[in-house]
């Protein structure tokens, strides 16, 4: 008994210490945490009062409160849904390409000795220019006549006013745009791989195909994840490589671009507000997902999947 | 088990040779220990024999068959890191049959084979933990484990020990010693520590800036070393190197004059500057000494005594008499750290019975044989005396 009372009194200074020290923590989060709510906070819950409202500039008389039918009437919308879908296959497509080229990029910018610094600043030029100005490039070079790209093309066809290739596009445009970060975030994962780890696997009888599977990506996972997660979430919001190339014709637009059209072109608070909020909602998700993935593949983590 | 021959291997990283023409005859199933300072080629060496490095000059062979352009995957050699190596997204059975899986074996095989790595290693308990869940010394019988599995010619190991602490790190040395005799693996063991170096290995390769001072057992190097570098690098305490002059009649040193002995070279009628050898261990109390062999006394005021219970070391400091300065030994001062090899005036340090009387500030009087003294080139760092083995 005796000896067992110092140690529970010292355990309880440590968590006294502790609950000190995140007291300490959340003070000095607050301010920041503060402006963040004001300045995020406020148009989100602005935009979800507006999504519960007739609201059309054009008839402003007639603003009145609808509850959800708002959200009825674009869910039940076939642009809406033709617009997720075009949003979401663009994403998908163009996270995956960039997955593979990041990787690729990645590992060759890991491995090279000589020019390192050299082969890094050229593959980061994409990033560095501006999405809008290389949209235009990208529009130029595809529009017949003009084009160096447009004409590679058989003759007659306008690649930029067709569903399909106008998608396809706008995906290039995308991945050649944000690939660099890509591989950026995954050079960062591939440092995490203990080079001894590499040499160990290669003496346990591993070729190089077998090392990257089994070794090097599981170690690479958390990296991986964010990087997905990062670019996942800035594809879904896509929107002005689409309103610089296509413009949403031929039902190339994106849901970022509806919505656009329906608050500033429609002058419809309401609808576009609706939009925005389902946006957000969406996002939110993807969100979720990827960090439940997260919280179950964490390294050292209980129950992690075999 | 294999015999593994390494003919003039060389490596150079651009303009720096990291190893240069390393020849070497590894028995099959022999225990080989790599020892030198830091950056004198021992982890190159050992990754030339793995395949991790490529050989710049000369001919690696294994069991006769030259391997230099094989990758590791194809040279059956398995590889203890220091850091263990182990792979944290997997379980320690899954480390332990990783080279298995890789192998193709079925499952059922592996798991039998696991099985036996883990019993041999008192790992049964924790198969199914990840490495981060372990110990130390767990981790390191895990990375043994996953060596030793796949039954391969040869195991290397680069300083598997140095990340235990020191009463583990003796405990792991009987198991990697014995573990090596049940297996008859032959073996290639890279340490910075001498006692590991003595105790574990049949033979040991002492190397310098990429060169190999010397090649011998244990008892080999510590009776006969053949220079400055490996005399001092052999043997805890260190030896003792003081200056002095060869001449006709004998050895004129801090001590006092030595007579020629038996191993020392004929002195010449002009005075040679000879640097001077004696171990710790060669000295006696002369209080303690029965019968009144022949052989040099010297009386000193002692410095500090350490007593270990089975024996006293004591030191001298030697005042007016100036330290040895070799660029032989600084390399060896720097490795291990110690300021007394570098400091400005002379060391004696002795090794005597614990029934000594030896106390700090008093006057004592010490013997040794001048049959046990080494002398050595001070430019060369040659040894000059020729002993002869014992027993
Ligand atoms: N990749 C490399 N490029 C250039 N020089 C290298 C490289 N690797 C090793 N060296 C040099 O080769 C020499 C031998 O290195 P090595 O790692 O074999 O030493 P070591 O004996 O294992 O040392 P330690 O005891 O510190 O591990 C050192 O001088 C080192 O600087
Ligand atoms: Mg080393």
Redesign the pocket.
Known sequence: MSTRAPARHARRRISEEKTAQRRLALWLCAPAALIMLLVTGWPILYAVLLSLQRYDLRFPDERAWVGLSNYAAVLTDPFWWNAFWVTVVITVISVAIELVLGMLLALAMYRTLIGRGVIRTLVLIPYGIVTVVAAYGWRYAWTPGTGWLAGALPPGSAPLTEKIPGVAIIILAEVWKTTPFMALLLMAGLALVPDDLLKAASMDGATAWQRFWQVTLPLMRPAILVALLFRTLDAFRIFDNIYVLTGGAADTGSVSLLAYRNLIGGLNLGIGSTMSVLIFLTVAAISVLFIRAFGISAPGTQGERR | MAEIVLDKVT?R??D?V??AEFSLHIADGEFIILV??????????L?MIAGLEDITEGELRIDGERVNERAPRDRDIAMIFQSYALYPHMTVAQNIGFPLKLAGLDKAAIAEKVEHAARLLGLTPYLDRKPAQLSGGQRQRVAMGRAIVRSPKAFLM??PLSNLDAKLRVQMRTTISRLQKDLGTTTVY?T?DQVEAMTLGDRIVI?RD?VIQQVGTPQELYDRPRNLFVAGFIGSPPMNFLPGELTVDGVRTPLGTIPLGSQMPRGTVEPRRVILGIRPEAFEDAELMRDREPGVFYTGTVDIVESLGAEKIAFFDLGAVEAVRSEHLEALSRDRGTQDMAAESAQLTVRLDAKSKAAEGRPLKVWFSPESVYLFDPDSGATLTEHVVAG
């Open positions: 490596k990283y651009g720096t990291a190893v030198g300072p830091s950056g004198s080629g021992k982890s190159t060496v990754n680069d300083e890279v910075h190397m990429g």
